[in-house]
């Protein structure tokens, strides 16, 4: 895997950290559910161990070059110590799902600490019907969600036996830690690479000028749709409010065999039974709130994923994001459905995600003060009025030190003036939306899990009535 000493960060997870705040913290993560038995921690320490080789990321730490003069690198950090970032704690027992989630708020509000590198896994014991719970925790500059699911193969194994680790690593020995020097030559570097791909592309473009003016163009169109679709702001909402930095977590589970049943009835995608099942959510929350739904539309940012099937286990941002409709106004389920489907085919058919991609690979160029402008400008509330993501997960069980994984919530991130994001993930069968929300701005963060599940119950419902009919 290319996870060198002194790589540099892309533009795109440069933006990230430059996004961050004292109320926007960009970290991701989840929070897994396991039966018993829970590991012995020191055991699960050799084990994390043995395997963050397979990771060199995770020793690594953030260094910035002298006066902003270019984006930072990854290097090694010499005072790791594994027992800062994997910590154990407990529930009074027997602890509930509501304390778990607390605790997992709590955790989400805290900012990683840049100076060491940007993660953390917390065991939690002590939970009801003698379970144990995994809460993961990594800043979004290091790792998204696509990869993120690679990146299970460190701690998860495929049976309860575990994995062998058939080339045990040599002992770890840090690379020096680089001096101001080091750090201006690296952004040398990074100017030199730039120049090298540029004539890479001029050289292509006279070797395969058909393939490139088609390319180009495509990548010309595709940016004027992202244009446009800034131009058409999202609408004003108690979403999109100024919060703090603190969280409430809520977990919504359902089963993917119900989003298939959906989706063969009443035609779409799962993806598109998701965002139906989240438009008439939050078309009841506006509701309670006393807000009127007639001709709103709120806008979805849907990060889609871009990495190369052939680089898998690369870590780093691969993604571009479309703006996707949530019909909020739309009363009736079914054709709240339909009319999903239709944009979400139309978004697919358009250059938007390609243009997405073109915007992010410029930005590469991008001194560190323009691309902090640029990362400002990628989450504007005038653009999307809150994140719905959906990561694919394994459909078969997956087990840590013997004792099985039964459900995993993803945990999104709350950009600036964002009080709402969800995230979305299957597992084994199942699909658990992960709901997380200001503190202050989403008092009724309930009132929303509710209707999240009234609205999947609505329209499972039909869906069985139109199967029925058919």
């Given at each position: 895997m290319?996870?060198?000493?002194?790589?540099?960060?892309?533009?795109?997870?440069?933006s990230f950290l430059e996004q961050e705040g004292p109320t926007s913290h960009m970290h991701v993560g989840a929070v897994a559910m396991f039966e018993n038995p829970v590991p012995d921690f020191d055991e699960f320490l050799d084990t994390i161990r043995g395997r963050l080789h397979l990771v060199p990321r995770y020793r690594q730490k953030l260094s910035l070059p002298p006066l902003r003069t270019g984006r930072p690198v990854w290097v090694d950090d010499p005072s790791f110590n594994i027992e800062y970032h994997v910590r154990r704690t407990a529930l009074p027992p027997p602890g509930s799902e509501e304390q778990l989630l607390l605790l997992t708020s709590r955790i989400f509000s805290q900012q990683l600490d840049r100076s060491k590198?940007?993660?953390?896994?917390?065991?939690i014991e002590g939970l009801e019907d003698d379970r144990w719970a995994l809460i993961n925790k990594t800043h979004h500059a290091m790792i998204d969600g696509v990869s993120g699911v690679d990146l299970a193969t460190v701690i998860f194994d495929l049976s309860p036996e575990g994995t062998v680790v058939e080339h045990p690593p040599e002992p770890w020995m840090p690379a020096p830690e680089p001096g101001d020097a080091d750090l201006l030559a690296s952004v040398a570097l990074g100017a030199t690479r730039t120049a090298i791909d540029s004539v890479k592309s001029v050289t292509k473009m006279v070797s395969s000028p058909a393939a490139v003016f088609d390319g180009l163009r495509d990548g010309i169109e595709g940016v004027g749709e992202v244009a446009w679709a800034g131009i058409n702001a999202a609408p004003s909402t108690p979403l999109n409010v100024e919060i703090g930095p603190h969280r409430r977590f809520r977990v919504?589970?359902?089963?993917?065999?119900?989003?298939?049943?959906?989706?063969?009835?009443?035609?779409?995608t799962v993806n598109d039974a998701v965002l139906t099942v989240v438009s008439g959510a939050l078309r009841t929350w506006l509701h309670a709130r006393g807000v009127r739904t007639e001709g709103l539309e709120l806008r979805a940012l849907v990060p889609v994923s871009i990495r190369p099937k052939d680089a898998h286990h690369e870590f780093g941002n691969q993604i571009a994001a479309m703006r996707g409709p949530l019909p909020v106004y739309i009363d009736d389920p079914i054709a709240r459905l339909g009319m999903v489907r239709q944009s979400m085919d139309g978004l697919k058919e358009s250059k938007q995600a390609l243009g997405a991609e073109v915007i992010s690979g410029a930005q590469n160029f991008a001194p560190p003060t323009l691309l902090a402008q640029a990362s400002r400008l990628n989450f504007s509330t005038r653009l999307f009025n809150l994140i719905v993501t959906n990561v694919p997960g394994p459909q078969f069980p997956l087990y840590v030190g013997g004792s099985r994984l039964l459900s995993i919530a993803p945990v999104a991130f709350l950009p600036r003036n964002h009080a709402l994001a969800i995230a979305i993930m299957s597992y084994d069968g199942g699909l658990s939306f992960g709901l997380l929300g200001d503190y202050d701005q989403m008092a009724d963060l309930d009132v929303l899990a509710d209707a999240l599940q009234d609205s999947i119950d609505e329209l499972l419902a039909l869906s069985a009535e139109t199967a029925a009919a058919q």
């Open positions: 290319a996870q060198e000493h002194f790589d540099r960060l892309t533009a795109l997870d440069a590198p940007l993660w953390e896994m917390w065991i919504v589970q359902a089963q993917l065999e119900d989003f298939k049943q959906i989706k063969n009835a009443l035609g779409g």
